[in-house]
């Protein structure tokens, strides 16, 4: 056969024939770390970030799920604009 090794002397196992046969379509795997930013949060996010943190606290029950329950917060001390979207009250 042209341009075909015999099957005895082909030593790569048939997972890695398919792997490297895929390679064109799909690329290498990402190496970096998945879970960084692409880019740094701007003042906007970082204030809407804030804010939710100091509202909501997450709460662990006697069943061991975990719940978002929302803490009551005093309007003087946190700074809301009127472009960030209302944080629902949690249900019970």
Avoid at 48 to 64: C, K
């Amino acid at each position: 056969m042209l341009g075909r090794k015999p099957k005895s002397t082909s030593r790569t196992s048939r997972g890695m024939r398919l792997t490297e046969g895929l390679l064109p379509i799909f690329g290498p795997a990402q190496i970096g770390d998945s879970t960084t930013p692409v880019r740094p949060a701007n003042a906007a996010e970082q204030q809407r970030d804030s804010t939710l943190r100091t509202e909501l606290t997450r709460v662990v029950g006697p069943d061991g799920h975990s719940y978002v329950v929302a803490v009551p917060v005093d309007d003087s001390t946190v700074s809301t604009t009127d472009d960030t979207p209302a944080v629902p009250p949690a249900s019970a």
